[in-house]
């Protein structure tokens, strides 16, 4: 979308799978047979086959709103819809681009719009909820973003809905539920997904709320069939009740994790955590596991720390703050979550050593002793290492 | 799978193209196909 890579260079090359001995075929398939296991695709070609792994994805949702229709009002997947709005932008010299929904796509598409195109946009989100990156952040952290990207020139409505897209043939406006109307040239959708799940319809594979349904090994309810990514069901690991889970980290250890199964391995998949990352502008967010919100919404009592820590020792040229936010479960003191907001980069990794204690099943008691590698150049002094300092802060307001 | 078996991938983004690639590694003998209805793979 920035234009900062071209499209080939983003794309996994036929060569790399064909080199190594993998048959490609494009084109979509329209049918499977589970009883002969053939597939067969859209121009009459007709595969047989020993096993079928299914991982088709997921499309962006497209929300009943009025306006939907008119040119200009767009949703981002893949490449080719990311070269329709690039060439819709310069064909239509858009200045005022409308989103709609703040994930995590719409905030780094809209930053990165701003920053990369040479004439000024007026860039407005719209969010339903409070906040920005509402999957991601409570409210505390998310300020600290909004207000970043407002001081950047993002206008960010949250608590409102976007009740109509106006325009005649194509877009020019978006009317909120407040009255008030946002000048558009070009809106662009993003409030979620949708597994793509005809063909394991079709096939009348086992369905789950979010998508196919699949044990631990990513096998579905046909013996042959294994399915992963953003097609498929996944299990939260903190509650074990199904969830979405349509993030690129899970989709490649569960298509890696299919591959084991049908060489023989019994290695489980632990279910998600949502893991995943953001990039507007210099901050980068990332969070893992629940929210505090999430978290009081699955029944648990949490109790929160947050601490404002530093890419480097104080005194080092160059060092950038950043904070974190960690949410632990009252009740067995385990960890469940943790939120990152940075104005380095390297901090936002920080986040795997959080998914790491949750998977581990640390308490805050244990986090007390972690130590990190220190360095003046790449971290905090020690004794401003904040995971050790938010349990610190949790076990004093236990003891409350 | 044992040698010489089919396996056929619907989808080759963040899924299937990593299962394609060390389902082969693991199984050389296996015949694997990759079929996926876009010209190109966005890799994400
Ligand atoms: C703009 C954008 C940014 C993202 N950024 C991040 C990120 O920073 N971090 C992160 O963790 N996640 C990110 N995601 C999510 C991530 O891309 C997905 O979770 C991941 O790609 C899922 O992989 P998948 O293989 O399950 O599905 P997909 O990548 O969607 O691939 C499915 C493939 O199957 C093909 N297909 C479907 N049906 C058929 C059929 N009948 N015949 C043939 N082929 C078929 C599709 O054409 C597609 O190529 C992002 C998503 C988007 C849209």
Known sequence: ????????????ADKMLESAGIKVVQDEVTKV??????????????????KLFLATGASAIMPPIEGKDLAGVMTLRGLPDAEKIKSYIAERNAVNIVFIGAGFISMEVASLLVENMERKLNVSIVEFMNRPL???????????VQAYLEEKGLKIFTGEKAEKIVGNGKVDGV???SGKKLDADLVF????????????????????RFGIKVNKYQETSNPDILAGGDCVEKINFITKKPTPGRLRGPAV????????????????????????????????????????????????????????????HVMIPGMKPWKIKLIFDKKTRKLIGGQIVSHAVAPAKEID???????????????????????????????????TVAAEQALQKLKL | MKNGEKLVIVGCSGSGGPAAMLAKKLMPEVDITVIRKEEFFIVR
Not at chain 1, 258 to 266: S, T
Not at chain 1, 354 to 383: M, Q, R, W, Y
């Open chain 1, 1 to 12: 979308m920035a234009g900062l890579a071209t499209g080939q260079s983003i794309v996994v």
């Open chain 1, 33 to 50: 047979d589970p009883v002969n296991k053939t597939v067969t695709v859209a121009e009459g070609r007709v595969f047989s086959y020993d």
């Open chain 1, 134 to 144: 509402p999957l991601m952040l409570d409210k505390d952290m998310a300020d600290v």
């Open chain 1, 175 to 177: 009317l909120l539920g």
């Open chain 1, 189 to 208: 959708i993003n409030v979620g997904a949708r597994a793509n799940v005809e063909l394991a319809e079709q096939i009348g594979l086992e369905m789950g």
């Open chain 1, 253 to 312: 250890m569960q298509g890696r994790l299919a591959a084991k199964r049908l060489a023989g391995y019994d290695i489980e998949f632990p279910g998600v955590l949502d893991a995943g990352g953001c990039k507007m502008f210099d901050m980068t967010v990332s969070a893992t596991g629940f929210s505090e919100e999430r978290a009081a919404e699955e029944g648990f009592q949490s109790v929160c720390a947050t601490v404002d820590s530093r890419s480097k």
């Open chain 1, 353 to 387: 050593a959080v998914t790491a204690f949750i998977l581990a099943g640390k308490t805050i008691e244990e986090l007390t002793t972690f130590t990190c590698a220190c360095n003046p150049d790449i971290s905090s002094e020690p004794s401003a290492e904040p995971i």
